[in-house]
Nanobody, 128 residues
Framework: QVQLTESGGGLVQAGGSLRLSCAAS????????MGWFRQAPGKEREFVAA?????????YYADSVKGRFTISRDNAKNTLSLQMNSLKPEDTAVYSC????????????????????WGQGTQVTVSS
């Protein structure tokens, strides 16, 4: 069965960095589009970043993280990553990876309803 397991979260001071990983199994990783979403306490889940299948030639970012976060994938290791730099207190949230397929436009990548499977999430806390 499909499994997505996030790791790398933690507590960091504002301005610091974290690297999140998502280990995938149970499907042909390279054939699927992947995304990161986050949910802060009392708020709805929101799109963070996404990467296209196979070579990951296409990436999308939320405006709030553009220039600070970088999404990447290693198909040989079935791993999705999110490098987060210049972290801000407002980045505090539970970060989850998700998998989908046949995304044809940016609206597909940013729509959580288009993703089929989700990980449990990893907590990121940024102190001021």
């Amino acid at each position: 069965q499909v499994q997505l397991t996030e790791s790398g979260g933690g507590l960091v001071q504002a301005g610091g960095s974290l690297r999140l990983s998502c280990a995938a199994s149970g499907f042909i990783f390279s054939n699927y589009d992947m995304g990161w979403f986050r949910q802060a306490p009392g708020k709805e889940r929101e799109f963070v970043a996404a990467i296209s299948w196979l070579g990951g030639s296409t990436t999308y970012y939320a405006d709030s993280v553009k220039g600070r976060f970088t999404i990447s994938r290693d198909n040989a290791k079935n791993t999705l990553s999110l490098q987060m730099n210049s972290l801000k207190p407002e980045d505090t949230a539970v970060y989850s990876c998700a998998v989908g397929q046949y995304f044809e436009s940016i609206s597909s990548y940013t729509d959580e309803d288009r993703y089929d499977y989700w990980g449990q999430g990893t907590q990121v806390t940024v102190s001021s």
